[in-house]
């Protein structure tokens, strides 16, 4: 069983930095994709950053160049650096794994998300 645990949110003011990681536990092979995903109330999830294993990385629009996206040695972390932070980018923020091999083939998985508030 694969599971993806997040850590890292919290409360920051405008124009501070926070970092979060996810660190997929299981007997997992590889990962293909990981990512960040945020939902603000009465939002739709939207993608925040992903990069795959061969290290291309896409970034939603608004957050570029100020969020860098990235994965540890072990390929089966990733974290995001967030700076200057936005009082707008406060929202729940969801680590994804997509195209995950353990002893089987596991799609997608999601974490549980960690609150991201950015606020005075």
């Known amino acids: 069983q694969v599971q993806l645990v997040e850590s890292g949110g919290g409360l920051v003011q405008p124009g501070g930095s926070l970092r979060l990681s996810c660190a997929a536990s299981?007997?997992?092979?590889?990962?293909?994709?990981m990512g960040w995903y945020r939902q603000a109330p009465g939002k739709e999830r939207e993608l925040v950053a992903e990069?795959?294993?061969?290290?291309?990385?896409i970034y939603e629009e608004a957050v570029k160049g100020r969020f860098t996206i990235s994965r540890g040695n072990a390929k089966n972390t990733v974290y995001l650096q967030m700076n200057s932070l936005k009082p707008e980018d406060s929202a729940v923020y969801y680590c994804?794994?997509?195209?995950?091999?353990?002893?089987?083939?596991?799609?997608?998985?999601w974490g549980q998300g960690t609150q991201v508030t950015v606020s005075s």
């Open positions: 990069i795959t294993g061969g290290g291309t990385i």
């Open positions: 299981g007997s997992i092979f590889s990962i293909n994709v």
């Open positions: 994804k794994a997509k195209g995950i091999r353990t002893s089987s083939y596991v799609p997608e998985c």
